[in-house]
C-alpha cells in the first residue's frame, strides 16, 4: 500500500522560501512518478509539480520559474524547493503518486496528463502560509 507523509511546511514572508519533503513506503519508488498538489480555501486542487520515473519534470504555470522538485531514490524522498513565495501560494501542499503506466509503449502521465491522472496514493498535507 503507498504511504506518503509530507513535512517542512509553516509560516513565511513574501519572497522568503521553503523546502517541503514528502517520504515515501509501501511502493517500489523508482517505478512511480511523484507530484505535489495545494488546495487553498474557496478553491479548487491545483497541480503544483511532477517528475516521472526518468526525472523529467513539469510545473504548473504559476509556479514555473519559482518551485523545483526533485527526487532522491536511494532515500525514496521527494522534494518541493518554494523560493520566492507569494501570499497566494498559502494552501495545503500534498503529494502524490502513480506508477508509470503505458499505452501501445506510451507513457500516459505526461506534460497535459500529470494533473488530471487519478493517483494511486496521496499523504495527508502539510500547510503553508505565506503573510507579512
Known amino acids: 500500500q503507498v504511504q506518503l507523509v509530507e513535512s517542512g511546511g509553516g509560516l513565511a514572508q513574501p519572497g522568503g522560501a521553503l523546502r517541503l519533503a514528502c517520504v515515501a513506503s509501501?511502493?517500489?519508488?523508482?517505478?512511480?512518478?511523484l507530484a505535489w498538489f495545494r488546495q487553498a480555501p474557496g478553491k479548487e486542487r491545483e497541480g503544483v509539480a511532477c517528475i516521472t520515473n526518468n526525472f523529467d519534470t513539469y510545473y504548473g504555470d504559476s509556479v514555473k520559474g519559482r518551485f523545483t522538485i526533485s527526487r532522491d531514490n536511494a532515500r525514496n524522498t521527494v522534494y518541493l524547493q518554494m523560493n520566492g513565495l507569494k501570499p497566494d501560494d498559502t494552501a495545503v501542499y500534498y503529494c502524490a503518486a502513480d506508477r508509470v503506466k503505458y499505452s501501445f509503449g506510451v507513457a500516459t502521465l505526461n506534460d497535459k496528463t500529470w494533473t488530471s491522472i487519478d493517483y494511486e496514493g496521496w499523504g495527508q498535507g502539510t500547510q503553508v502560509s505565506v503573510s507579512s
Open positions: 509501501g511502493f517500489t519508488f523508482e517505478y512511480y512518478a
